[in-house]
């Protein structure tokens, strides 16, 4: 089983910056395929970000262009990067690790580890 932790959330106005970090200690191999995912008070979780075994990414529609997930494989560690971010971006954020998934890490997910999550929160 992988652990995860998340941090780097905090308060931040319309416009700003923050940087997601998310820890993963385990079996670093089922760290190949991540994601980044969130969610606001009285929705459902949504997909933020993944990225594949071979670095490749993919992004919701409403991060597109504003969020850069990546990754440093020699220590474990997610990143989100999030820019000009807006109000409805705020959410609780989590960073997760598929135990197994059908086909390719971007398809449907199996089993998955999560974090404890982290708060964003953009003030306008």
């Known amino acids: 089983q992988v652990q995860l932790g998340e941090s780097g959330g905090g308060s931040v106005q319309t416009g700003g910056s923050l940087r997601l970090s998310c820890r993963a200690s385990?079996?670093?191999?089922?760290?190949?395929?991540m994601g980044w995912f969130r969610q606001a008070p009285g929705k459902e979780r949504e997909g933020v970000a993944r990225i594949g075994t071979d670095d490749t990414t993919t992004y919701a529609d409403s991060v597109k262009g504003r969020f850069i997930i990546s990754r440093d494989n020699a220590k474990n560690i997610l990143y989100l990067q999030m820019n000009t971010l807006k109000p409805e971006d705020t959410a609780m954020y989590y960073c997760?690790?598929?135990?197994?998934?059908?086909?390719?890490?971007?398809?449907?997910?199996?089993?998955?580890?999560w974090g404890q999550g982290t708060q964003v929160t953009v003030t306008s």
């Open positions: 385990g079996y670093s191999y089922r760290t190949y395929c």
């Open positions: 997760a690790a598929p135990q197994w998934y059908y086909g390719i890490c971007f398809s449907r997910w199996g089993d998955t580890d």
